[in-house]
C-alpha cells in the first residue's frame, strides 16, 4: 500500500513537474514538493513498533501525579486503538498486554475485547496465551461478546497441543456462560475419558463448572467418573474428589450411587498418611495435605446420616485424628478438616469426645488463626454436644480477652451458649468484666445476652437484680430499647426484693444521670417505692436515710437536666405524680406537675395536663390510680413496649426513640492543650501504616518469602525496612499490642534538677484505653520550701492533654511532703508518648523556671 | 474460591482473578471495599475475617497481601496453604520473587496461577508438575519476548 501511495505521489509530482514544467514554475516550489513526497516515505515504510509492554509499565511508574499517569495512559490508549484501526497482526498481542496491565490500573479497557477474540483465533500460542488472558480479564458472561469465542474454544478443545486445549479449558472453567457450558460439555466430556492427565484434571475441573452453570447436565458427566478414583496422578485424583464433591453435594441420587466409593476413599486417604515420604507432595512432612482435606471433605458428604459408611470410616478418621503432625499450620488444617467430618457423620462418642479434645487443644494454640477456627467449630456443635463443650469452658473465656475482634466475639457467643445453672455465677462475672472492657461493638449484645442468661438461671433474686444493677450501671447507654420494659417487670415480681431494689436504684442516679435506661427503670421504681425508700426499710442492705424533698430533688433534676430524653422525662414526670399518693409533699408535687402543663413538649404538657385535672377534678380517683403495680403477666410479644396491667390505668408507653447514645469518653471533655511552645516545635505526625515512597521502587529485592527456602514453613517474611522516623512502633517487636489493664506500669522520673524531682506514676483509664493517666509527683531535696509551684506541659499535635488541678503549690524542702497533679493523655494513634515540661516556681525568693523533654515514658504506657 | 486480589500495602491492585461472573463496576467495588477493610486491620489480628457475606482468608508477603474469598464450606486453613503454594510457586519461577516482578510480569503470574487453580480449585498439588507445564509452555512462545 504504501509504495503505490509513494509511486501516485511519485507520479503526480511528475506529473506536476511535466506540467508545471511547461508553465516555467519556480524551483522552490519543485524543491517543497519533493520534500512532502519524502515526508510520506517516512510515515508509511519506516512506522515504528509500537512500545513493549514492560517499558510501558516502567514509563507510567514514573508518573509523579495522577494527572501525569493518566495522560500518559491516554496517549498510550490512543496509539492502541490506532494499532487495532490498523489490523496490525503482528503487534495485537502486545497491545493487549499493554491494554489489560492499563485495565489493572482501574482504566477502561472494552475497546479490546474483539481484539482477544481476534488473538484467541489465532494460530500462534502467544497470541492464544494472552488472548484467554484478555477474555477472563475483560469480558463477562452478561455481554453477548463472550459467544463468539464459542467456537474458537471448541477448536482449541481439539487442539493438537495439549497447551492449547489447556488454556481453552481453563477460560471455560474460569468464566464459561451457560449457554457457553451447553454448547461445550460434550467436548469437556470427551477429555474426562483421556488417558492424558494433564487433559483430564483440568476436564474434572471444567465439568464442575459446567455443572455449576447447567445442573441438568450432571448426569452426562455420570459415565465418566466411572473410574476416576483408579488414578494414580495426584491432580487427577484432587481434581476427580471436587467433582465427585459437586456431584454428590447437588444430588441425592449421586450422592447414593457414589457412596460405595468410600472403601476407596479410605484406601487413598490410608496410603497418603502411612506411605513414605514423597518428594513430590510433600508439605512439612505430610503427603499431600490438599487432596487428604477433599478427601475427607467428600467422606463427610458421604458419611452424613448413613450409618454403615459412618462406621467404615470410624478407623481411618480415628487415625489421622491422632497421627497428623500439629506443630504446622498444614497439619492442623487436615485435623480441622477431620474434626468437622467426625461431627457431620454418624461417628460414635469416642469420636467425638477425640474431635471435641482436639477442638480443645487449638483453643490453646498460639496461632489465632488456630483458635478462630476452633471457636467456629465449637460454636456450631455445642448444641448436640454440650457436655462435652463444656469441659473447655475457661479456655474459651480466656479467649474472651483475645485481641482479635472475631474471636472475642465468638468466645462471647460460646460463653453465653455454655452458661448453665451450675456456673452461671463464674461465667457471670468473667462476662461482667468482659461488658466493661470490650469494644462498644459488642456491649448491645453482650447486656442482652447478659439479661438473657440472668433471666434463666438466676440463683437469688438478689444476685438477679445486682446484676441487672451492673449491666445497667456499667454499659447502661448500649442496653436494648426493649430492656427497661422487661426489667420493670421483673422488678415488679420481685416483691421481696422492691425495697433494695429502689435504693440501690436511686444511689446508682446520684451517681450518674447519663445513661437512659437506667434512669428510666430508676425513675420507674421511684415512683413506685418512694415510700419505701424514705422509710428506710430495705433490709438486705444498710438503709440510707434519704427525705421526701431529697428524692423529689433528684426526679425534678431529671426533669431539667440536658442529658435526659423526652422519654425519660415522661417516667421522671410519672414518678413525681405517682409519690403524691406516698409522699406527704403533695403540693410541691402539685406545682411540678402545674409547671410542666405549658410545657413545650407536647408529650410532657398533655401528662401535665391530664395530671392537673386528677389533683382538681378527680381527687378522688388519685389514690387507687396510682396504687402499687400487681405482679404482671408476661406478655407473649418479644420486647413489649407497652407494659399492660389490670388497674386501668393506662402507663406511658415507651416509644421507639433511639436513646441518644451518649459517649462517656473523657476526650470530650475541654481539652487543655497546653502549647507553650508554638505550632513549629510540635512534631510532624506520620502515619503507621503506610511507608509514603514504597521501598520496592527502589529496586531493592525484597525477598517476598524470607527463610522460606530454609524451613519450608510458613514463615512470613520480616517486614519492610522502610526508612522512617525512629520512634514510630517497630511491627517487628514481639510486644503485645495492647494487654490487661491491670498490668502494672513502672514510674519513671521524669526530671531531676536542682533539688526538684518529679515522678510520673501510670494508670490505664477504663473503658478507654487510649487514655493514659499520669499522676506527677513532685518533690524538693533542698533546704528551702519551692513556692508558687507550677507544672506545665505540652505534647505533639497527635495527643490531647487535660491538666487537673495540683494538690497544692508548695513543694516542702527536705522532702517532707509533694505536690501531686493528675495529667491525662488522650493516644488515639498510639504514638509514642513525648512530653515538653516547664516548670516555674521560687525558691530563695528568686524565680525559677526550666524547660525539658521528657521521652524516657515506658512503652507500656502509649502503646 | 469465589475471586483472588493481590494489592500492595498502598492499596494498589496487581493481580485480580475472578471466579464468579461480576461486571467491572461490581468488582472494582468490592475490590476498593476489601482492601480498605484489610489494609485497615491490625498486625496481630486473625488472618480470617467476615465480610458481607464472604468469608474472606488473607495473608501478608512483604509488601503484598495475597487475599482470597472463598465459600462457606471451604477450609480457611487449607486456604492459606493454597495462598502459600502461588507463592512457592512465584518463588522458583521468578527466583526470590518480590513485587515489582510481579508488576512487570504480571501476564505471567496470571499464566503460573491459571496452571494451579481451575475455577477456583487446585488442579494440581505437585509443584514440580506446575512448573514443569509453565516451563513447557514457555517453549511454545513463538518468539522470547512476544510482549
Known amino acids: 500500500m504504501c509504495s503505490c501511495y509513494y509511486s501516485s505521489v511519485w507520479l503526480h509530482v511528475n506529473t506536476g513537474e511535466c506540467n508545471l514544467a511547461s508553465k516555467h514554475v519556480p524551483l522552490q516550489y519543485l524543491i517543497t514538493l519533493h520534500w512532502f513526497e519524502t515526508l510520506f516515505l517516512c510515515v508509511f515504510q519506516r512506522m515504528p513498533a509500537p512500545i513493549r509492554l514492560r517499558e510501558l509499565i516502567r514509563t507510567i511508574r514514573t508518573a509523579r501525579t495522577q494527572a501525569e499517569e493518566r495522560e500518559m495512559i491516554q496517549k498510550e490508549c490512543a496509539a492502541i486503538r490506532s494499532s487495532f484501526r490498523e ?43 494472552i488472548g484467554y488472558l484478555g477474555a477472563m480479564l475483560l469480558l463477562d458472561e452478561r455481554q453477548d461478546v463472550h459467544l463468539l469465542m464459542t467456537n474458537c474454544i471448541k477448536n482449541d478443545l481439539n487442539h493438537s497441543t495439549q497447551y492449547v486445549q489447556g488454556l481453552a479449558l481453563c477460560t471455560l472453567g474460569c468464566m464459561g456462560s451457560s449457554e457457553m457450558c451447553r454448547d461445550l ?27 455449576r452453570k447447567v445442573p441438568e447436565l450432571m448426569e452426562m458427566f455420570l459415565p465418566a467418573t466411572k473410574n476416576l478414583l483408579s488414578e494414580k496422578n495426584h491432580g487427577v485424583l484432587h481434581t476427580s474428589v471436587v467433582l465427585l464433591t459437586e456431584m454428590c453435594e447437588r444430588s441425592p441420587d449421586m450422592l447414593l450411587h457414589f457412596r460405595k466409593l468410600v472403601p476407596q476413599l479410605v484406601r487413598i486417604l490410608k496410603n497418603l498418611i502411612m506411605s513414605g515420604y514423597s518428594p513430590e507432595h510433600d508439605v512439612s512432612g505430610i503427603s499431600d495435605p490438599f487432596l487428604q482435606v477433599r478427601i475427607l471433605r467428600l467422606l463427610r458428604i458421604l458419611g452424613r446420616s448413613d450409618d454403615d459408611s459412618s462406621e467404615a470410616m470410624n478407623d481411618i478418621l480415628a487415625q489421622v485424628a491422632t497421627n497428623t503432625e500439629t506443630s504446622k499450620n498444614v497439619g492442623n488444617a487436615i485435623l480441622y478438616e477431620t474434626v468437622l467430618t467426625i461431627m457431620d457423620i454418624k461417628s460414635e462418642s469416642g469420636l467425638r469426645v477425640l474431635a471435641i479434645n482436639i477442638l480443645g487443644r487449638f483453643l490453646l494454640n498460639n496461632d489465632k488463626n488456630i483458635r478462630y477456627v476452633a471457636l467456629t467449630s465449637l460454636l456450631k456443635t455445642v448444641q448436640t454436644d454440650h457436655n462435652a463443650v463444656q469441659r473447655h469452658r475457661s479456655t474459651i473465656v480466656d479467649c474472651l480477652k483475645d485481641l482479635d475482634v472475631s474471636i472475642k466475639r465468638r468466645a462471647m457467643e460460646l460463653s453465653f451458649a455454655l452458661v448453665n445453672g451450675n456456673n452461671i455465677r463464674g461465667m ?59 426489667l420493670i417487670q421483673l422488678i415488679t415480681n420481685s416483691v421481696e426484693m422492691h425495697a433494695y431494689t429502689v435504693q440501690r436504684l436511686y444511689k446508682a442516679l446520684l451517681d450518674d444521670i447519663s445513661q437512659q435506661p437506667l434512669v428510666q427503670v430508676s425513675s420507674w421504681c421511684i415512683g413506685e417505692y418512694g415510700d419505701l425508700l424514705v422509710s428506710g426499710q430495705c433490709e438486705e442492705e444498710e438503709p440510707i436515710q434519704v427525705t421526701e424533698d431529697e428524692v423529689l430533688d433528684v426526679l425534678e433534676g431529671l426533669l431539667v437536666s440536658n442529658l435526659s430524653t423526652p422519654v425519660t422525662r415522661g417516667y421522671s414526670l410519672t414518678a413525681i405524680m405517682k409519690l403524691s399518693t406516698r409522699f406527704s409533699s403533695v403540693n410541691r408535687i402539685k406545682k411540678v406537675v402545674s409547671i410542666y402543663s405549658s410545657s413545650i413538649d407536647v ?67 475541654a481539652n487543655d492543650l497546653l502549647d507553650l511552645l508554638g505550632g513549629n516545635d510540635v512534631v510532624p505526625v506520620i502515619q503507621t501504616t503506610l511507608p509514603t515512597k514504597p521501598a520496592s521502587a527502589g529496586g531493592e529485592l525484597l525477598d517476598l518469602l524470607g527463610d522460606l527456602s530454609l524451613s519450608g514453613g510458613l514463615a512470613p517474611a520480616p517486614s519492610v525496612p522502610v526508612s522512617q522516623p525512629p520512634f514510630l512502633l ?72 487535660q491538666l487537673l488541678s495540683p494538690s497544692s503549690n508548695i513543694v516542702p524542702a527536705l522532702n517532707q511532703g509533694s505536690v501531686t497533679q493528675v495529667i491525662r493523655v488522650l493516644n488515639p494513634q498510639k504514638q509514642q508518648l513525648r512530653m515538653r515540661v516547664k516548670l516555674t516556681y521560687t525558691h530563695k525568693g528568686s524565680p525559677v523556671q526550666d524547660l525539658a523533654e521528657v521521652n524516657n515514658f515506658p512503652p507500656q504506657s502509649w502503646q | 474460591m469465589q475471586f483472588m486480589l493481590l494489592f500492595s500495602r498502598q492499596g494498589k491492585l496487581r493481580l485480580q482473578k475472578w471466579y464468579v461472573p461480576l461486571s467491572d463496576k461490581e468488582r472494582k467495588k468490592i475490590s476498593r471495599d476489601l482492601v480498605q477493610t484489610i489494609l485497615a486491620r491490625k498486625p496481630k489480628m486473625c488472618s480470617f475475617l467476615e465480610w458481607r457475606d464472604l468469608k474472606i482468608v488473607y495473608k501478608r508477603y512483604a509488601s503484598l497481601y495475597f487475599c482470597c474469598a472463598v465459600e462457606d464450606q471451604d477450609n480457611e486453613l487449607i486456604t492459606l496453604e493454597i495462598i502459600h503454594r502461588y507463592v512457592e510457586l512465584l518463588d522458583k519461577y521468578f527466583g526470590s520473587v518480590c513485587e515489582l516482578d510481579i508488576i512487570f510480569n504480571f501476564e505471567k503470574a496470571y499464566f503460573i496461577l491459571d496452571e494451579f487453580l481451575l475455577g477456583g480449585e487446585a488442579q494440581e498439588t505437585s509443584k514440580k508438575n506446575v512448573l514443569k507445564a509453565i516451563e513447557q509452555a514457555d517453549l511454545l512462545q513463538e518468539c522470547t519476548f512476544p510482549v
Open chain 1, 87 to 129: 489490523e496490525d497482526n503482528t503487534y495485537r498481542c502486545r497491545n493487549v498486554a499493554k491494554l489489560l496491565y492499563m485495565h489493572m490500573l482501574g482504566y477502561p479497557a472494552h475497546f479490546g475485547q474483539l481484539e482477544c477474540l481476534k488473538l484467541i483465533a489465532s494460530q500462534k500460542f502467544t497470541d492464544k496465551r
Open chain 1, 185 to 211: 460439555a460434550g467436548e469437556v466430556e470427551k477429555l474426562l475419558k483421556t488417558s492424558n492427565s494433564y487433559l483430564r484434571k483440568k476436564a474434572a475441573l471444567c465439568a464442575v463448572h459446567v455443572i
Open chain 1, 428 to 486: 457471670m462475672k468473667e462476662l461482667l468484666y468482659f461488658l466493661d472492657s470490650c469494644d462498644p461493638e459488642f456491649k448491645a449484645d453482650c447486656a442482652s445476652g447478659v439479661f438473657l442468661a440472668a433471666e434463666k438461671y438466676a440463683p437469688s433474686k438478689r444476685w438477679h437484680i445486682d446484676t441487672i444493677m451492673r449491666v445497667l450501671t456499667t454499659a447502661g447507654s448500649y442496653v436494648r430499647d426493649d430492656s427497661v420494659p422487661n
Open chain 1, 603 to 669: 408529650e410532657l404538657q398533655q401528662r401535665a395536663v391530664e395530671y392537673n385535672a386528677l389533683f382538681k377534678k378527680y381527687d378522688h380517683m388519685r389514690p387507687a390510680l396510682l396504687e402499687r403495680m400487681p405482679i404482671m403477666e408476661k406478655t407473649a410479644s418479644n420486647g413489649p413496649t407497652e407494659i399492660m396491667q389490670t388497674n386501668g390505668e393506662t402507663e406511658p408507653s415507651v416509644p421507639d426513640t433511639k436513646h441518644l447514645p451518649l459517649v462517656t469518653q473523657p476526650a470530650n471533655q
Open chain 1, 730 to 801: 517497630d511491627g517487628l517487636s514481639s510486644q503485645p499490642l495492647f494487654n490487661d489493664t491491670s498490668a502494672a506500669i513502672p514510674p519513671m522520673t521524669a526530671y531531676s534538677k536542682n533539688g526538684l524531682k518529679i515522678e510520673f506514676t501510670f494508670e490505664r483509664a477504663n473503658p478507654n484505653p487510649n487514655i493514659a493517666v499520669i499522676t506527677i509527683h513532685a518533690t524538693n531535696t533542698t533546704e528551702a520550701d519551692m513556692t508558687e509551684f507550677v507544672f506545665q506541659a505540652a505534647v505533639p499535635k497527635t495527643f490531647q492533654l
